[in-house]
């Protein structure tokens, strides 16, 4: 299989724990996949504006029908469409912000979730996912607490259910969770979730 990477950063800070290790985990990756294209954003520092009513009167207009205004309105998120349609692999590195995504996360899933785009709708049967289900996503995630299955605090995580049931309500089924999590204990504590999720990314990233 050729292989292509879109590469994704979300945190608004410069000195980012997920942007960091995304970046790590990237030239491992890229070690093993020299020949991959790689196409590379990060929204954290520059992020996408989210639909107003502009966006959304030329997304509700049929493609064809488009004035020229309305078609530039939508070209940024036409653009995020098909790169993320062109990559066989996404790495999606992002914060907890309040036990979601922060607000740049949430503002490009909004550019990307389009009827006829990236999902279709059948009267009938409901929605349809148009993104190629074989299609591979990493989402390289921190946080302050941590949020470990059979941990009380996994109960409040709202970011990595809502990536997969946004992602995969567009396809995007394969999707894999690295998270550092712990940031704000001990500096020990923190860099043994570090060091742990640096581990995984690092066997990871030979194979994926
Ligand atoms: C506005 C804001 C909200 C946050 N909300 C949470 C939260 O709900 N849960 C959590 O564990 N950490 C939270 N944090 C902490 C960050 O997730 C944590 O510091 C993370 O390591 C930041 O990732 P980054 O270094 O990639 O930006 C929050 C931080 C900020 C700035």
Redesign the pocket.
Known sequence: MTKSLLFL?????S???????ARKFIDQWKSANPDAPIVEHDF?QTPMAGPDQAWIEANMTPKEQRSSAQRATLAASDKAISELRAATHVVL????????T?WQLKSYIDNLVRNNETFGFDPETGPIPLLDQKKKMKVI???????AVGND?KA?DQLTPYISTIFGFMGVTDISFVG??N??ASTEVAHQFRSKAENELANAAPTW
């Open positions: 950063t979300f945190s608004p800070r000195a980012s724990n997920s942007s960091g290790l954290g590195a992002t914060p907890m912000f309040n036990f979601s922060p995630w921190s946080s302050a607490f941590d949020y605090m409040l550092s999590g940031a704000w």
